[in-house]
């Protein structure tokens, strides 16, 4: 019994919840899930305010950084180069997402320990790669920026971060077993890493973006690349013998213990801003732009103008919406600017003698 007077009495709060959150219908008025505002607009291109498409490219040096053969050597520099084009898309002020293609070529050099050491000398390996990737993209300076009306911001800190695959191509020489020689016969060593699921690397990084016009950004961006592959920088498959102590394969992937050999590049590059529209997301803050507002609707004078078009009856009632411009003077009106007639009796209170009692024009208001 108590159950069925629960579910009685819980039946029309529960059919008023799911009428309340329903979503309308109507396009002329916002509801629960709406913004909130009144002018309701359709989410298409047609009603965006920003351009958030770009197109970025860029260049600049590759060195192969944490691995068996590196590019910083013996207190020496051994140079490489990378460039880069991406395909950019601003989802909101603060994320980004961009699908990259960058190739590039690093050189680096090692030397094995002891005999073999001295046997082979100074080896040198080269490794030429391609990559493709879909990297995320945060900007920290909008979402850390200080809440400021007043001073347009033109640098951006950007944070990266991304997957991908690559190919590479790898060589490595010494004056020992991987050399060209025909008798006994050696060549250098070669490794080729075709693109595909084995060849997954990861990537991340920062970017400084200054905002050159409303079509151009440029950016000095520097990524660490992490490879997940002991081959990457050209030292050779590791194999049975590479753990023998008693062999003598040269171990130039055993160098290091990490097994990942990773890079690092440090490039210069441009954003050419597609659309029609004055800003890009990227370079659009809410919290700003919503305080810059605040802030001009406190510094702005508006002057009202009362009574536009004058009182020309001198009634109280300005002409603007004044219903009777020729009010007798010294009659009573109401906020229409019409005069009084108390008794309805068609005399205005002005002339009528007899206000609370209707009477004939003929008889100044009063009965006869």
Known sequence: MKLGLLL????????????????????????????????VQPFNNKARKFNDWSISVGGGAAFMVHADLRSFYDKKVNWGYNSYVS??????????????????????????DGAAGIAAGIAEANTKFNQIALMGDVNFSNLLRRVDNLSPYRWAFHGYAGI??????????????FRWNTTPPRIPLFIKQKMDINSIYYQFGVGLKYNVSKLIDIEARTMYIISGDD????????????????????KYNMISKRRSDNAWTVNLGVSFKLGKHLTHLAWHDPLQETYSRIHTLENTNVDFVVC???????????DDWDRQLDTPAGARVDGAGVALDMDLDGV???YDKCVTVPGPVENAGCPK
Request: glycine residues 10%; hydrophobic residues 30%.
């Open 164 to 177: 991908g695959l690559m190919s590479y191509n790898t060589s490595l020489h010494d004056n020992n077993e």
């Open 348 to 350: 205005i209170d002005l």
């Open 308 to 318: 536009e078009k004058g009182d020309q009856d001198n009634d109280g009632v300005c």
């Open 87 to 112: 395909i950019d898309k601003q989802i909101t002020h603060v994320v980004g997402v961009s699908l990259i293609y960058q190739r590039g070529e690093t050189t680096q050099k090692a030397q094995l």
């Open 8 to 39: 009685l009495a819980a039946l029309p709060i529960a059919t008023y919840a799911q009428d309340s959150i329903a979503v309308s219908s109507y396009d002329e008025y916002p509801n629960t899930f709406s913004s909130g505002s009144a002018n």
């Open 231 to 250: 081959e990457f920088d050209g030292g050779g498959n590791a194999g049975p013998a590479d753990y023998d102590p008693t062999s003598k394969v040269s």
